[in-house]
Nanobody, 122 residues
Framework: QVQLVESGGGLVQAGGSLRLSCAAS????????MGWFRQAPGKDREFVSG????????YYADSVKGRFAIFRDNVKNALYLQMNSLKPEDTGVYYC???????????????WGQGTQVTVSL
């Protein structure tokens, strides 16, 4: 089992920055491929960013490339998402997720956090 707890969400003006954190416990964090997803009201959950187990490979949705950065600390069992130049369309609930198998950009992850709300105002 893996427990994931997100934090760092909030209300920010367009152009601002936030850093999301995800604290992991349970199964060895360093062996897990991880992802960030988000869900806006009335929309499907979508892939935002992902990172493989050792941090060597990182993936981004086209909509966030150049603005968001994902990184992890396997000693602290933590995953992060640095979000810069935020736009109103980045608004949504952001979820941290872990997958036991190969990395994927689909929501077929095995473990999910409870989510943290990000709201970007004009």
């Amino acid at each position: 089992q893996v427990q994931l707890v997100e934090s760092g969400g909030g209300l920010v003006q367009a152009g601002g920055s936030l850093r999301l954190s995800c604290a992991a416990s349970g199964r060895t964090f360093g062996s897990l491929n991880m992802g960030w997803f988000r869900q806006a009201p009335g929309k499907d959950r979508e892939f935002v960013s992902g990172i493989n187990w050792n941090g060597a490979s990182r993936y981004y949705a086209d909509s966030v490339k150049g603005r968001f950065a994902i990184f992890r600390d396997n000693v602290k069992n933590a995953l992060y998402l640095q979000m810069n130049s935020l736009k109103p369309e980045d608004t949504g609930v952001y979820y941290c997720a872990a997958v036991l198998g190969q990395f994927t950009t689909t929501p077929r992850y095995d473990y999910w956090g409870q989510g943290t709300q990000v709201t970007v105002s004009l």
